[in-house]
């Protein structure tokens, strides 16, 4: 993923890569070409991934909230995913037209947490980083790295480190936290954002 979210190869030879290294640890043969690997994937993989997705049961209600403040934000998705599987991801529970822009390294050339992601979903979203916020599950590369570049970053702690699957780091003074997305517009307005 590493070698993905640095431009060095696509998310499709990424999911390649991870393959090649799991698939013995399943007791699985390993294709040998991209292609057969391709197609194990979509074939013994896939369908049981997007039917784990969920949606936090705050999304649409904070997109909502967000719609009925009296200077209601423009909204951007900014992640390190596919741009395909994102979209899908958002289209599948109804929250892809809250948004103007879905943006990823492929549309970007970086990932976050290179302050040059933050600073290019600024530009696309024709916005100062001064005026921007980014809200982020992740402390260190979603609310810390928007911060460093010059953005709001407000960490939205659900109470996991999604990386380690542990608990959440220890939070840090400076930086914003909510529990809830649904906490955000309250914020946002009290800031006037």
């Known amino acids: 993923m ?15 890569r991870r393959l ?14 991209p292609g057969l690997l391709d197609a194990w994937f979509a074939e013994r993989y896939l369908t049981a991934f997007e039917e784990s997705w969920r949606s936090y049961p705050d999304v ?6 967000l719609k009925r403040l009296p200077r209601a934000p423009r909204l951007a998705v900014l ?6 599987q994102q979209r899908a991801k958002l ?26 992601a933050f600073a290019g979903a600024c530009r696309r ?28 970053g407000i960490w939205l702690d659900r109470g996991i480190d999604f990386v380690t699957g542990g608990p959440p780091p220890a939070a840090d003074e400076a930086v ?4 809830r997305l649904t906490d955000l517009p309250g914020r946002l307005s009290r800031a006037n954002a």
């Open 125 to 152: 979203m024709r916005t100062d980083p001064a005026r921007a916020v980014n809200v982020g599950d992740m402390l260190e590369s979603d609310a810390k790295a928007a911060t460093l570049a010059g953005l709001t």
């Open 60 to 65: 649409r209600p904070c997109l909502e909230a």
């Open 91 to 116: 289209a599948r529970f109804g929250l892809l037209e809250y948004f103007e822009a879905v943006l990823t390294p492929t549309e970007l050339g970086e990932a976050k947490p290179d302050p040059v």
């Open 2 to 16: 590493r070698e993905y979210l640095d431009g060095r190869c696509s998310f499709a030879e990424q999911r390649r």
């Open 176 to 179: 914003l936290r909510i529990e």
């Open 20 to 33: 090649r290294s799991f698939l013995p640890m399943l007791g699985e043969p390993v294709p040998e070409s």
């Open 79 to 84: 992640t390190n995913g596919d741009p395909e």
